[in-house]
């Protein structure tokens, strides 16, 4: 059972990160667009961020000590600091978007203007952020978004041409009704959203939340090999069920509805109510994972009290940072803004932030002064010298694509 819940540091940062409201447009869109052509990016996106996490995680626990505090001493803190302000910045665009998900949600469920719940989430999120404990947090949230299996089980019960999803996957390419630019610019995208930076400053942070020393390197290890790929398998689901159903029909997703319509078709309203209060447990446990990551980038690089696990009036300016975080992303929503295109932004500009993290944590983890015996070994460093070139290339191609490309339009 202890083991059991130690994978909800995992499951949590899978399905907060993987499965946010990023990662539901971004499959949604690619499978009605590109159908299954693009499945083998989530696959190099899950096994990146396995890599990512577990060597954040690994320096996390060995050396008791969170991202951004290593950060600043590895780079000094001018390095440091441009890469808190690139890291702010994006989890910021990555709250907003998900406080929008949440109201899409709710919307879909209710009929009520989402403007009028942007205040009823924001309120939600800082009450939680405020009041709940870590573990408690991590439990609920990850659990109930696990309801977005509805999205495997209503492609299941669409009865697909497995074949023809397979024929579509191998080999991969563009399809000949779209340019090869806009078919790299989704799949800069798609990695994007699996390697979205909040997700690893959340989940070293929880390492030091939770007070992991070296003798949970197991539970770190287990958390990544289950949460992420749990991740990876619900995001093809996602892009499989616009791909049977949104394709044929022609169906450019661009709201919500069109999402879960697959969903509808396939089960039912009571599939349908499964998956939307999973998607609102997703979004609300991103929108959380995005906040508490504000309020970690900031306190780690500043040095000021941090972490759940002390009381708001001993950690006070970690707190009044994830309001002014949340305060901000309403600000922006309710200018009326597109929460999708948000999301779409999203994804792309954490792509271009992604080798500031990406690089130090890889640089530190071959530190015998901070990891000890517990440097990275060989098949670990090969990984990561080729994920270093993933990423560098991804972070370059971003912006040019989504220039050529208008944006993937």
């Known amino acids: 059972m202890r083991k059991m819940l130690a994978v909800a540091l995992g499951v949590l940062t899978a399905i907060g990160g993987f499965v946010d409201i990023g990662d539901l447009v971004t499959n949604a869109v690619v499978g009605s667009r590109f159908g299954m052509s693009l499945v083998w990016v ?30 600043r001493e590895r780079l000094g803190p001018r390095a440091a600091g441009a890469n808190l302000v690139a890291s702010f910045a994006i989890n910021l665009l990555t709250l907003t978007a998900e406080i929008g998900g949440i109201t899409l949600a709710l919307h879909l469920a209710s009929s009520v203007e989402p403007r009028l719940w942007i205040p009823v ?69 798609l990695f994007g959203a699996a390697m979205t930076p909040y997700e690893v400053f959340f989940f070293s942070s929880g390492a030091v939340e939770e007070r992991w020393t070296s003798k949970d390197l197991a539970t770190n290890r287990l958390n990544v090999m289950v949460g992420f790929p749990l991740g990876g398998l619900l995001s093809v689901a996602i892009a ?105 932004m999203s994804v792309v500009f954490s792509a271009v932030a992604l080798p500031l993290t990406y690089v130090p944590i890889l640089v530190v983890a071959n530190d015998p002064e901070y990891m000890g015996e517990h440097v990275n070994g060989r098949v670990m460093n090969a990984l990561g010298g080729v994920y270093l070139l993933i990423v560098v290339v991804a972070a370059v191609a971003a912006v040019p694509l989504m220039i050529a490309t208008g944006a993937g339009s």
């Not at 060597?55 to 008791?64: C, D, E, K, N």
């Not at 390419?173 to 989704?186: I, L, M, Q, V």
């Not at 447990?281 to 941090?306: C, D, K, P, R, V």
């Open 42 to 71: 989530v696959v190099v996106g899950v096994v990146g961020i396995c890599l990512f996490a577990s060597m954040a995680g690994r320096v996390a626990a060995v050396s008791g000590r969170a991202t951004f505090e290593i950060i």
């Open 121 to 189: 989430a924001a309120l939600a999120v800082w009450l939680v952020l405020w009041r709940v404990k870590f573990q408690v947090l991590e439990n609920v949230a990850g659990l109930m978004g696990l309801l977005l299996v509805g999205f495997a089980v209503a492609l299941f019960l669409l009865g697909p041409d497995w074949g023809e999803l397979l024929r579509q996957a191998v080999p991969p390419s563009a399809p000949g009704n779209e340019h090869p630019a806009a078919y790299w610019y989704y799949a800069v995208a």
């Open 240 to 344: 499989a069920c616009a791909a049977v159903v949104l394709l044929p029909a022609g169906i450019e997703v661009s709201s919500l509805s069109q999402i879960v319509l697959p969903v509808a078709q396939a089960g039912g309203v009571l599939l349908l109510a499964v998956v939307i209060v999973g998607i609102v447990a997703a979004t609300f446990g991103a929108a959380l994972e995005t906040a508490l990551s504000s309020g970690y980038t900031m306190a780690q690089y500043l040095g000021w009290s941090w972490g759940k696990f002390r009381r708001p009036a001993r950690a006070a300016r970690f707190h009044v940072t994830m309001i002014v975080a949340v305060l901000l992303a309403v600000g922006i929503l309710m200018t009326s803004v597109d929460p999708i295109a948000v999301t779409e």
